[in-house]
């Protein structure tokens, strides 16, 4: 490639006001020619720019520093852009652009609010004080001033970059921290607190909407044998198997919980006493088939059911329908194990 001879910083001018001179050697030197940030996957950029000169000229540059481009004409077509689940996270606006200004646009998009962030750097030729000022209470984060200096455009967005590459740590961090106070770490399943918030959240649902819940308590049966015999190691996958087949039989929107140590709290939305029996029977029969049996090396795992329903016109509280199902557990334990007790709702019942 050829590079360039003159001296100095290379200018690249997209005020529609000046000539931009084409040639590719203009920008020789003044990058690394690498994806500026985090180099991960290509990053997008979005260019907003009514004057067509300067945005081939500043999508050429920014392709040749390695970032992918999506340019907009104007500023309805980048307000379009911008508003698509996979928009670019980082755009470019030019301030004065037909349709939507730049300022306009930040407006716009942070009244909007939402995640991920979007970095939007302002380019103007503006240099009054005051509308900078303006442009950045706006909601940007950055400008740039017309005609700028490619060095400053570079650092500029991977200093923007950086924010991004830092907001998406951010958010994974606290997803990983809810995660962690939501789901049981052995099994991948609502933990206690959460699947009771289930049952909570849908008992006052089923209240307003008038369907019934299935609720069901599960206790593997003579599990302290598999520990006995098979050692803990063997006891945890059991438990990990028997959480997969039990969110394996439920619907998207039903909760499966780890209530204790070998005890699942199953929360079935919309599911009447006929529904819950026929959804309990395959549940169990899910659980007692085979290969639960090998990872516990001939052992047969099975697991007793506690069922019951609550209706909407009932005022049966999340504690009592907790105690039925146990009471619908203890005697599917002393029944024979292996079995589903249902214990009628409670219609009427006012506490
Ligand atoms: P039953 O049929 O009456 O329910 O008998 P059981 O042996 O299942 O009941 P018991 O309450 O006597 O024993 C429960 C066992 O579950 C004892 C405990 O060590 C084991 N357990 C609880 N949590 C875990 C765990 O996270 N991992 C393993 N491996 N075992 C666990
Ligand atoms: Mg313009
Ligand atoms: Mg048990
Ligand atoms: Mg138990």
Known sequence: MRRMTTTGTPTLAVDSRTRYTSDETCFAGTSTGQTPGSGKETMRI???????????????????????????????????????????????????????????????????????????LLLTSKTLKEDLIAGMEAGADDYVTKPFDLHELNVRLRAGMRILDL????????????????????????????????????????????????????????????????????????????????????????????????????????????????RAESMRAAIAAPPLEKVSQGLTVSASFGATVFMPQSAVSVSDLIRIADEALYEAKHTGRNRVVLRSPLIGTLR
């Open 167 to 278: 907001q998406a740590e951010l958010l994974e961090a606290r997803e990983k921290l809810r995660e962690q106070a939501t789901k049981d770490s052995l099994t991948g399943l609502w933990n206690r607190r959460s699947i009771m918030e289930i049952l909570e959240r849908e008992r006052a649902r089923s209240q307003r909407e008038g369907a019934p819940i299935g609720v069901l308590m599960i206790d593997l049966d003579h599990f302290k044998q598999v520990n006995d015999c098979f050692g803990h190691l063997a006891g945890d996958e059991v438990l990990r198997e028997a959480g997969r087949r039990l969110l394996a039989s439920v619907r998207p929107y039903d909760g499966v919980g780890r209530y204790g140590g070998e005890e699942f709290l199953v929360v079935l939305p919309g599911c009447d006493e006929a529904g819950l029996r026929a």
């Open 46 to 120: 979005l260019i907003a720019e009514d004057s067509a000169p300067s945005r081939l000229a500043l999508e050429r540059v920014l392709v040749k520093w390695g970032y992918e481009v999506v340019p907009c004409r104007d500023g309805s077509a980048a307000w379009e852009q911008l508003q698509l689940p996979d928009a670019p996270r980082l755009a470019i606006l030019d301030w004065m652009m037909p349709g939507y200004s730049g300022p306009e646009i930040c407006r716009m998009l942070r009244a909007k609010g939402g995640e991920p962030y979007t970095y939007l």
